[in-house]
């Protein structure tokens, strides 16, 4: 795994679309092999999960805009949570 793609997974909380490792010249059967592992998780049939366990609230979010596609963000209320709203 190179730099470019750590930083990436840092940046999305431990989650990863597979278009994404794809891009970065990681496989199916490679995902496949982390997970036999144990090291990763498929989270969804389109994202998979570097760490393991229960997923924190900023892994929830990251895991809906990975699933729904590369055009898609958090709305309402939750993005405005995230930008420091609350009350």
């Not at 940046?11 to 990763?40: K, P, T, Y």
Request: aromatic residues 4%.
């Amino acid at each position: 795994m190179n730099e470019e793609l750590r930083d990436l997974i840092a940046q999305q909380a431990g989650l990863v679309a597979r278009r994404q490792l794809r891009a970065h010249g990681i496989d199916w059967d490679a995902v496949d092999h982390h997970v036999l592992a144990r090291r990763w998780t498929v989270r969804t049939p389109r994202v998979v999960g570097t760490t393991t366990g229960p997923l924190n609230r900023e892994q929830r979010e990251w895991l809906a805009v990975l699933h729904a596609g590369p055009r898609s963000t958090l709305g309402s209320l939750t993005a405005a949570g995230r930008h420091g709203l609350t009350g």
